[in-house]
């Protein structure tokens, strides 16, 4: 008799069916369809197993396995219909059996000379050694867009854990929580590049209303980030325990020390850490390590869209949207939305007593300031033409759900329903105009 046993994976399949680029889907499904036999379930087990919700695999091989997992990690690290990035890898995702891309003795000499410079424990260890292998052997082609995006961040940072006296490779850390995306959201709600929950962001004043959430404001949650860790670390007095409990809480890290018999080294409390948080240091150390030595790894980063040092901010003094300004200077909605992803839908409102900025190219700073009196006449010129000042909303009963044809843009949709491109792209919380054949859009017509 043939041995099998069922393998879950129905609902994940729908899952990306319904939300991932048509190529990756087809890969998987070629994958899919070559190891997994639908047909090999026994008469006597599928009369008692739902055949929609179960598929039976009889064999595969990790290279299949490996294939699948990549195109997975892919697709949830650049599309933005996922809310959470597959940074971290588990200990139960290891491949323990990886051929090392870094020799152990080479290893050990560079985190050696790593932990001369840092506060944090980097001491050679197989645990560790399997994480690094896994993320270059696995996630390599990854890190050049990864670093791309580091190239803008890491200097704000820098400057902000230097005025806190935090280890400059704290920096790190937000690389493995957010992947350096500020607008991302985890399954439980945690926002931005440094992951705050609502409370916690409170806790820090970090503003989050219909119109902005300061989560996703670079600067504001790393002056925020800077002050828990400082908390975090003088609860503890160690950084390695800081960085758990940064992300299980300090409760839980104390209970770890506790009930390893009173260890403070990170290594010895790690089995008693819950088990996301036992791969998150390994994680840290592992990208400090690849950061690190990223030239000798053959890893080099993407142009950058742009350096902060490039940028300025100027503070606006009406309620204005990204498509006014972009209306009247020479600069897309696109980089608008990189340089300001605390405003939640492209808006950027006034408050008395409440300061809200605009950050800009910095060559393009002195066109907003000669054009300041028009965008502002221009919003308040669209503002007149609506019943509130802030974007109208309208009854939920006249709106309708249209299904993106072949050939479809922004501008024939509009045309079509006797709307803006701009109403389309807020209702809809969408970033840029980029379409695909099947995807639904809400609409709020004004002619059918």
Same mark, same amino acid.
């Given at each position: 008799?043939?041995?099998?046993?069922?393998?879950?994976?129905?609902?994940?399949?729908?899952?990306?069916?319904?939300?991932?680029?048509?190529?990756?889907?087809?890969?998987?499904?070629?994958?899919?369809?070559?190891?997994?036999?639908?047909?090999?379930? /026994?008469?006597?087990?599928?009369?008692?197993?739902?055949?929609?919700?179960?598929?039976?695999?009889?064999?595969?091989?990790?290279?299949?396995?490996?294939?699948?997992?990549?195109?997975?990690?892919?697709?949830?690290?650049?599309?933005?219909?996922?809310?959470?990035?597959?940074?971290?890898?588990?200990?139960?995702?290891?491949?323990?059996?990886?051929?090392?891309?870094?020799?152990?003795?080479?290893?050990?000499?560079?985190?050696?000379?790593?932990?001369?410079?840092?506060?944090?424990?980097?001491?050679?260890?197989?645990?560790?050694?399997?994480?690094?292998?896994?993320?270059?052997?696995?996630?390599?082609?990854?890190? /050049?867009?990864?670093?791309?995006?580091?190239?803008?961040?890491?200097?704000?940072?820098?400057?902000?854990?230097?005025?806190?006296?935090?280890?400059?490779?704290?920096?790190?850390?937000?690389?493995?929580?957010?992947?350096?995306?500020?607008?991302?959201?985890?399954?439980?709600?945690?926002?931005?590049?440094?992951?705050?929950?609502?409370?916690?962001?409170?806790?820090?004043?970090?503003?989050?209303?219909?119109?902005?959430?300061?989560?996703?404001?670079?600067?504001?949650?790393?002056?925020?980030?800077?002050?828990?860790?400082?908390?975090?670390?003088?609860?503890?007095?160690?950084?390695?325990?800081?960085?758990?409990?940064?992300?299980?809480?300090?409760?839980?890290?104390?209970?770890?020390?506790?009930?390893?018999?009173?260890?403070?080294?990170?290594?010895?409390?790690?089995?008693?850490?819950?088990?996301?948080?036992?791969?998150?240091?390994?994680?840290?150390?592992?990208?400090?390590?690849?950061?690190?030595?990223?030239?000798?790894?053959?890893?080099?980063?993407?142009?950058?869209?742009?350096?902060?040092?490039?940028?300025?901010?100027?503070?606006?003094?009406?309620?204005?949207?990204?498509?006014?300004?972009?209306?009247?200077?020479?600069?897309?909605?696109?980089?608008?939305?990189?340089?300001?992803?605390?405003?939640?839908?492209?808006?950027?409102?006034?408050?008395?007593?409440?300061?809200?900025?605009?950050?800009?190219?910095?060559?393009?700073?002195?066109?907003?300031?000669?054009?300041?009196?028009?965008?502002?006449?221009?919003?308040?010129?669209?503002?007149?033409?609506?019943?509130?000042?802030? /974007?109208?909303?309208?009854?939920?009963?006249?709106?309708?759900?249209?299904?993106?044809?072949?050939?479809?843009?922004?501008?024939?949709?509009?045309?079509?329903?006797?709307?803006?491109?701009?109403?389309?792209?807020?209702?809809?919380?969408?970033?840029?105009?980029?379409?695909?054949?099947?995807?639904?859009?809400?609409?709020?017509?004004?002619?059918?």
């Amino acid at each position: 008799m043939k041995k099998f046993f069922v393998l879950s994976l129905f609902s994940i399949a729908n899952l990306f069916a319904q939300n991932q680029p048509v190529d990756s889907i087809k890969e998987i499904d070629l994958i899919t369809k070559t190891i997994i036999r639908k047909d090999s379930i /026994p008469n006597s087990a599928s009369d008692s197993i739902p055949q929609k919700k179960l598929i039976v695999k009889e064999r595969y091989t990790n290279d299949d396995l490996k294939r699948i997992d990549s195109l997975l990690v892919e697709a949830k690290l650049y599309s933005p219909l996922f809310d959470s990035v597959p940074y971290i890898i588990n200990d139960k995702d290891l491949v323990t059996n990886v051929t090392p891309v870094v020799t152990p003795e080479l290893l050990k000499e560079r985190l050696a000379l790593i932990n001369q410079e840092t506060p944090f424990n980097l001491a050679f260890n197989p645990a560790l050694e399997r994480v690094i292998n896994n993320y270059l052997k696995y996630r390599k082609k990854y890190y /050049p867009a990864l670093m791309s995006r580091a190239k803008y961040f890491f200097p704000m940072f820098e400057r902000y854990l230097d005025q806190y006296d935090i280890p400059l490779e704290m920096k790190y850390l937000a690389i493995v929580e957010s992947s350096l995306r500020p607008q991302i959201k985890s399954r439980v709600g945690a926002t931005g590049l440094w992951q705050f929950m609502y409370g916690t962001g409170k806790q820090y004043k970090l503003a989050v209303n219909s119109y902005v959430d300061e989560r996703q404001d670079p600067v504001k949650s790393t002056i925020a980030a800077c002050k828990y860790l400082t908390f975090l670390h003088g609860l503890f007095n160690d950084w390695d325990l800081a960085l758990a409990a940064y992300n299980s809480g300090p409760g839980n890290v104390l209970k770890a020390i506790k009930r390893s018999g009173g260890y403070r080294n990170y290594w010895n409390i790690r089995p008693f850490l819950p088990r996301e948080t036992a791969g998150y240091v390994p994680a840290f150390y592992a990208t400090m390590y690849i950061f690190k030595y990223a030239d000798e790894l053959g890893l080099y980063p993407e142009s950058p869209k742009i350096f902060n040092f490039q940028t300025d901010t100027i503070q606006v003094k009406r309620t204005v949207s990204f498509d006014q300004i972009a209306e009247k200077i020479d600069i897309n909605t696109e980089m608008l939305s990189f340089l300001n992803p605390q405003y939640k839908i492209d808006i950027i409102p006034f408050v008395k007593k409440k300061k809200f900025s605009i950050r800009l190219p910095r060559n393009k700073t002195i066109d907003f300031l000669e054009k300041e009196k028009e965008i502002y006449a221009l919003a308040a010129a669209e503002d007149s033409l609506r019943e509130k000042p802030l /974007p109208k909303y309208f009854e939920m009963d006249k709106r309708i759900r249209y299904k993106v044809r072949s050939g479809d843009y922004l501008g024939k949709i509009a045309i079509k329903f006797g709307v803006r491109v701009k109403d389309i792209k807020r209702w809809n919380n969408m970033r840029n105009s980029n379409l695909r054949a099947g995807q639904r859009l809400y609409i709020y017509p004004r002619r059918m």
